[in-house]
């Protein structure tokens, strides 16, 4: 500084210090920036410009779900947190207040007929019930409101002269109907639409000497041809009666 103006100098190092002609002495304040954003520009009159990196929570946003730091271009980055359990069975989210959350999914599909697991990788599995009843003579299904079901099986061959059964090992059975009245004047058949038949035996010897009479099987017994005349010889032949 020239003299003939005087000592401008105002010891303090935060100010640039000039004299001029004009208007005399001049403290004009610095500026302190180093460009760097993550730190707090200061001048101290004894010092100079003073750049304190903000400390650790001077990013912080109060927010569980973000990570903070300090980038000397940009400032303040916040990057989001990822909550990621490896789980299919569960539903990733972030509460800013207490961070990652991992709430299980629900996997009830509402029926008896299975049962509901969740696996890791392969997210909800519904494996179905055994409603197996071991007996041949059911049907095992099974409904999603009332579980496990039996029905019969229904045996049917379609013929009236079987006899349709159902064994719980074997399943369904065929045995031939037996039709026997125990009568020996009928003839005893069996027809697949209507079942037993029973006709009647018909006794006839084609001898007009005898009676054909049926009680206990075909029996013919020799007809009377008195004509109660002593004056005749009764005699019979095959054919007719003759007098």
Same mark, same amino acid.
């Given at each position: 500084?020239? !003299?003939?103006?005087?000592?401008?100098?105002?010891?303090?190092?935060?100010?640039?210090?000039?004299?001029?002609?004009?208007?005399?002495?001049?403290?004009?304040?610095?500026?302190?920036?180093?460009?760097?954003?993550?730190?707090?520009?200061?001048?101290?009159?004894?010092?100079?410009?003073?750049?304190?990196?903000?400390?650790?929570?001077?990013?912080?946003?109060?927010?569980?779900?973000?990570?903070?730091?300090?980038?000397?271009?940009?400032?303040?980055?916040?990057?989001?947190?990822?909550?990621?359990?490896?789980?299919?069975?569960?539903?990733?989210?972030?509460?800013?207040?207490?961070?990652?959350?991992?709430?299980?999914?629900?996997?009830?599909?509402?029926?008896?007929?299975?049962?509901?697991?969740?696996?890791?990788?392969? !997210?909800?599995?519904?494996?179905?019930?055994?409603?197996?009843?071991?007996?041949?003579?059911?049907?095992?299904?099974?409904?999603?409101?009332?579980?496990?079901?039996?029905?019969?099986?229904?045996?049917?061959?379609?013929?009236?002269?079987?006899?349709?059964?159902?064994?719980?090992?074997?399943?369904?059975?065929?045995?031939?109907?037996?039709?026997?009245?125990?009568?020996?004047?009928?003839?005893?058949?069996?027809?697949?639409?209507?079942?037993?038949?029973?006709?009647?035996?018909?006794?006839?010897?084609?001898? !007009?000497?005898?009676?054909?009479?049926?009680?206990?099987?075909?029996?013919?017994?020799?007809?009377?041809?008195?004509?109660?005349?002593?004056?005749?010889?009764?005699?019979?032949?095959?054919?007719?009666?003759?007098?």
């Amino acid at each position: 500084i020239n !003299a003939e103006y005087g000592d401008c100098d105002d010891y303090d190092e935060c100010t640039r210090d000039e004299c001029l002609k004009e208007s005399g002495c001049l403290n004009n304040p610095i500026t302190c920036d180093d460009d760097d954003e993550c730190t707090e520009d200061d001048c101290h009159p004894e010092t100079g410009c003073k750049y304190t990196k903000y400390d650790k929570d001077y990013c912080d946003d109060n927010n569980e779900c973000t990570t903070e730091h300090c980038d000397s271009e940009l400032g303040c980055v916040y990057c989001r947190v990822e909550c990621d359990d490896s789980s299919k069975c569960t539903i990733d989210d972030c509460d800013s207040q207490t961070g990652c959350t991992f709430t299980k999914i629900d996997c009830n599909d509402n029926s008896v007929c299975t049962v509901d697991t969740c696996d890791d990788e392969t !997210a909800c599995q519904h494996e179905p019930i055994d409603c197996d009843d071991d007996d041949q003579c059911t049907i095992d299904t099974c409904d999603p409101n009332d579980g496990c079901q039996h029905a019969p099986v229904v045996c049917h061959s379609g013929s009236e002269c079987l006899i349709d059964s159902c064994d719980p090992e074997n399943g369904c059975q065929v045995g031939q109907v037996i039709c026997d009245d125990n009568d020996p004047c009928t003839i005893d058949e069996c027809d697949v639409d209507e079942g037993c038949i029973y006709t009647d035996v018909v006794c006839d010897d084609d001898d !007009a000497c005898t009676d054909n009479v049926c009680k206990c099987g075909c029996y013919y017994p020799a007809i009377s041809c008195d004509d109660g005349n002593e004056c005749t010889v009764d005699t019979c032949d095959p054919v007719l009666c003759v007098d």
